[in-house]
Nanobody
C-alpha cells in the first residue's frame, strides 16, 4: 500500500506560481508511475501531468509550457511546479501512483491540496 500526502497548495494571483509536493510512504516508490490530476467543482477530472519511472513525462495540453512535473526518488517525493497560473487552474490537486502511467489516477491517491487562482 502506498500512502501519498500532498502539500504546497494555496491561493495565488493569476500569473503567479506554486510548487506542489507529494510525499510517498512506500520504499518502492521508484517502481511507480507518478502523476497529478485535478478536480474542480462541476468539471471532469483532468490528468495534469505524469512521470514514469524512467523520467518520461506527459502533460495535458492545458498546462504544457506552464507546469513541470518532477520526481526525487531518493526522497520519495513528487513535485509539480506551476507557473503562469490562470483562474482556470483553480481546483483540488491530487497526486497518484500506479504501476503503469495509463490512467494513473486509478492507482493510489492522496487527499489533495487546494489551489485557488484569482
Amino acid at each position: 500500500h502506498v500512502q501519498l500526502v500532498e502539500s504546497g497548495g494555496g491561493s495565488v494571483q493569476a500569473g503567479g506560481s506554486l510548487r506542489l509536493s507529494c510525499a510517498a510512504s512506500r520504499y518502492t516508490y521508484d517502481t511507480y508511475c507518478m502523476g497529478w490530476f485535478r478536480q474542480a467543482p462541476g468539471k471532469e477530472r483532468e490528468g495534469v501531468a505524469s512521470i514514469s519511472t524512467t523520467g518520461s513525462t506527459n502533460y495535458a495540453d492545458s498546462v504544457k509550457g506552464r507546469f513541470t512535473v518532477s520526481r526525487d526518488n531518493a526522497k520519495n517525493t513528487l513535485y509539480l511546479q506551476m507557473n503562469s497560473l490562470k483562474s482556470e487552474d483553480t481546483a483540488m490537486y491530487y497526486c497518484a501512483a500506479r504501476l503503469i502511467c495509463t490512467n494513473f489516477w486509478l492507482g493510489y491517491r492522496g487527499q489533495g491540496t487546494q489551489v485557488t487562482v484569482s
